[in-house]
């Protein structure tokens, strides 16, 4: 018999099995992750006994800012409503625990890193994102100015009002309202500026990819 007629899936492993396997995935966890993981792995080994001997649980995938851990079909074992418990507990921890960190942390969506962050680890990403946005879109000047003649205040984020000069500051008024914007002249003017500020978070950004790039998802 070939090594490829051997039918992989109905190979079973034991409930301990899948267990020991966990135990030594933790490395393939994201690091905030790895507390709240071990946790689950001792809830899993503290229900293991005769009758769930065929339970079989999966290894940890990282999904929309989730960890999760499948307990599998198999034709021995039917859905084992503790072990559910156990592994939807992980899942639901996982969505507020800082992924890098283990800080409490929230569910982030962005171009390049969804992902569950704290504010520190996420700031520096949101911000550079939001930098290159705005490079992008000067690049084009004639386009830009057509398309901002002002920028509100109100539509930059934290990091990026920072480098933004109070003389550059204007009032608009606008339904009854008083705004405060930038004129499109001068919001160009903050190009170089904006180039500094973004090698900076690249940087930044950089140090904290090289800590999770194996969780990019
Ligand atoms: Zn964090």
């Not at 039918?7 to 099995?17: H, P, V």
């Not at 072990?83 to 800082?98: D, E, F, M, P």
Request: proline letters at 5%; a negative charge; charged letters at 25%.
């Amino acid at each position: 018999m070939r090594f490829a007629d051997f039918d992989l899936d109905g190979i079973e492993m034991s409930f301990a099995t899948c267990i020991a396997r966990l135990e030594a995935s933790v490395a393939d966890v994201p690091p905030g992750w790895h507390s709240i993981y071990l946790d689950c792995v001792q809830d899993l080994r503290g229900v293991e006994n005769a009758e769930r001997a065929l339970v079989e649980v999966g290894v940890p995938t990282v999904h929309r800012g989730r960890l999760l851990i499948e307990q599998l079909p198999t034709a021995h074992s039917q859905p084992d409503a503790v072990v559910q418990g156990i592994l939807r507990k992980l899942a639901a921890r996982s969505v507020c625990t800082c992924q890098l960190c283990g800080k409490p942390g929230w569910l982030r969506s962005g171009q390049s890193h969804p992902g569950t962050y704290c504010a520190d680890c996420w700031t520096p990403r949101a911000l550079r994102s939001e930098i290159s946005d705005w490079l992008d879109r000067m690049n084009q000047e004639k386009e830009f100015k057509a398309a901002h003649p002002v920028v509100l205040w109100d539509a930059l984020g934290v990091g990026f009002k920072a480098v933004v000069p109070d003389d550059a500051l204007h009032t608009l008024q606008a339904a009854g309202r008083t705004l405060l914007c930038i004129t499109a002249e001068r919001f160009l003017q903050l190009r170089e500026q904006l180039k500094l500020l973004k090698a900076t978070v690249d940087e930044q950004v950089a140090l904290l990819d090289a800590s999770e790039y194996r969780w990019h998802h």
